[in-house]
């Protein structure tokens, strides 16, 4: 099998103010797919995630920030292990179903 993974943020949450910052994303949603290049089957993980503590020294105005800032957070603050596997098996249930 040769999954190819991609990101797709589909919205934040954010705080007005926290820590003296304006702005401030907390949360994360986001689907990650995997597409099977052989079969072509795919299979989508819906996940959410927050975000640390900002850090005044290196933050990004909320107006600056770009989606690959934020699938970066994403990467960081949500591991695919467990999602890769989760797209594995589903894709393989559709490549051979148990049950039809």
């Known amino acids: 099998m040769n999954i190819t993974y991609t990101w797709k943020i589909t919205a934040l949450k954010k705080a007005p103010s926290l820590d003296g910052l304006s702005n401030v994303i907390t949360h994360i949603r986001f689907d990650y797919t995997g597409t099977d290049a052989d079969s ?25 920030l770009t989606e690959a800032d934020v699938i970066e957070w994403a990467k960081a603050n949500h591991p695919t292990g467990h999602m890769n596997e989760v797209i594995e098996r589903e894709i393989n249930k559709k490549i051979t179903p148990t049950n039809e």
């Open 40 to 64: 072509g089957e795919s299979h989508t993980f819906h996940g959410a995630c927050p975000v640390g503590a900002p850090n005044p020294e290196n933050f990004t105005e909320i107006v600056t």
